[in-house]
């Protein structure tokens, strides 16, 4: 079983910048490709960034790049969301997925285990 903490949420403004973490635990998650999702109210859930296991191969949203960066730390089997100069439409609830196969996908059918979620909410 894989079980997934996110945390770094919270109220911020426009234009400031928020880093969102999730360390994942349990068998094999060294492998796993780790991504974030948001969701926004009303919408459909996306996925905004992905990394490899290795933090070698990424993957980002259209509507995130230059502005997102995931990044990996493998020793603590740990993914961050770094995301820059915030707008309103980044308010979301961001979860963080786990893909035990290794693919790099955007596609949410494809990951495994999911966190909770937490609540990103920017004010203007």
């Known amino acids: 079983q894989v079980q997934l903490i996110e945390s770094g949420g919270g109220l911020v403004q426009v234009g400031k910048s928020l880093r969102l973490s999730c360390t994942a635990s349990g068998n094999s998650v060294s492998s796993a490709t780790m991504g974030w999702f948001r969701q926004a109210a009303g919408k459909a859930r996306e996925c905004v960034a992905a990394v490899s296991w290795s933090g070698g191969s990424k993957y980002y949203a259209d509507s995130v790049k230059g502005r997102f960066t995931i990044s990996r730390e493998y020793a603590k089997n740990t993914a961050y969301l770094q995301i820059d100069s915030l707008k309103p439409e980044d308010t979301a609830v961001y979860y963080c997925?786990?893909?035990?196969?290794?693919?790099?996908?955007?596609?949410?059918?494809?990951?495994?285990?999911w966190g909770q979620g937490t609540q990103v909410t920017v004010s203007s």
């Open positions: 997925a786990v893909e035990m196969s290794g693919t790099v996908s955007r596609l949410e059918y494809e990951y495994d285990y």
